[in-house]
T-cell receptor, first 114, second 113 residues
Framework: ETGVTQSPTHLIKTRGQQVTLRCSSQSGHNTVSWYQQALGQGPQFIFQYYREEENGRGNFPPRFSGLQFPNYSSELNVNALELDDSALYLC?????????????FGPGTRLTVT | QKEVEQNSGPLSVPEGAIASLNCTYSDRGSQSFFWYRQYSGKSPELIMSIYSNGDKEDGRFTAQLNKASQYVSLLIRDSQPSDSATYLCAVKGGGAGSYQLTFGKGTKLSVIP
């Protein structure tokens, strides 16, 4: 157990809808990163949040957006869902003061878009 | 584009044998290297991190790093059926973009009792 929690566990949405996924970081960790893992692939970096600001972004369109709150928890929002958005969404927390090198994953949210 | 390459497997080893997992990366400026274990239907679990050339041992696991060859490996000694999982190699750069982990597709390991 890493202490990183995510909700919901599973989610089924229809193409075109919007979804919000939530993450609580491990106690003491101030940085949250989001990854998308398609079946049979490694996780792909979406973005990272530090001090409530986006600290870097991968190759994902603007309809993927996020927030970080003062308690370091985070949300991932996806608008205009597409079938290819079906994946496991992973949140990882780390401590920036340690260089943020080691990232610990939560259990993930399985999103299915129909 | 930064790339991390792993053999997809499956790699099958008998119980008690040494499993050897390999990974190469394209970004010569990479500074931090990680191995994650992912059981089917679960999220990745960090099992090893290595930052400097050489070997790092933790229990039955040994990570090896060769920055000149841009190569990192994971050895699992005395393999157990519970080690059967997909092993993901992840690399973190040292410069711009150093906040993200770049993952390989993973190697599926099967330990045969």
């Amino acid at each position: 157990e890493t202490g990183v929690t995510q909700s919901p566990t599973h989610l089924i949405k229809t193409r075109g809808q919007q979804v919000t996924l939530r993450c609580s970081s491990q106690s003491g960790h101030n940085t949250v990163s989001w990854y998308q893992q398609a079946l049979g692939q490694g996780p792909q970096f979406i973005f990272q949040y530090y001090r409530e600001e986006e600290n870097g972004r991968g190759n994902f369109p603007p309809r993927f957006s996020g927030l970080q709150f003062p308690n370091y928890s985070s949300e991932l929002n996806v608008n205009a869902l597409e079938l290819d958005d079906s994946a496991l969404y992973l949140c990882a927390s780390s401590l920036a003061l340690a260089g943020g090198r080691e990232q610990y994953f939560g259990p993930g949210t399985r999103l299915t878009v129909t | 584009q930064k790339e991390v390459e792993q053999n997809s497997g499956p790699l099958s080893v008998p119980e008690g044998a040494i499993a050897s997992l390999n990974c190469t990366y394209s970004d010569r400026g990479s500074q931090s290297f990680f191995w994650y274990r992912q059981y089917s239907g679960k999220s990745p679990e960090l099992i090893m991190s290595i930052y400097s050339n050489g070997d790092k041992e933790d229990g039955r696991f040994t990570a090896q790093l060769n920055k000149a060859s841009q190569y990192v490996s994971l050895l699992i000694r005395d393999s157990q059926p519970s080690d059967s999982a997909t092993y993901l190699c992840a690399v973190k750069g040292g410069g711009a973009g150093s906040y993200q982990l770049t993952f390989g597709k993973g190697t599926k390991l099967s330990v045969i009792p």
